[in-house]
């Protein structure tokens, strides 16, 4: 059972630093080449923050948990 649970951290691990990539690239696309293929990845980034941040406490809370996990 525990090395099932290892395998499981390593795929979500895995796939977290994919995304993290992928994440990275678009937003250097965006940087570079305006709204790729119609996508506003910055855009998508600061509403998301927005949208937390206004929400107070909480969603504070929720950006440091998040921010946490990305480490």
């Given amino acids: 059972m525990d090395n099932a649970w290892k395998m499981i ?3 979500v691990g ?3 630093d994919v995304l993290i990539g992928v994440l990275g690239l678009g ?3 965006a940087l ?11 855009g998508n980034i600061t509403a ?3 949208m937390l941040t206004s929400n107070g406490v909480v969603g504070l ?4 948990i998040l921010m946490s996990l990305v480490k």
């Fill in 9 to 11: 951290n390593g795929i």
């Fill in 14 to 16: 895995n796939l977290t």
């Fill in 27 to 29: 937003i250097v696309g």
């Fill in 32 to 42: 570079v080449f305006g709204d790729v293929l119609g996508l506003d990845v910055i």
């Fill in 48 to 50: 998301l923050v927005e």
């Fill in 61 to 64: 809370l929720v950006l440091a």
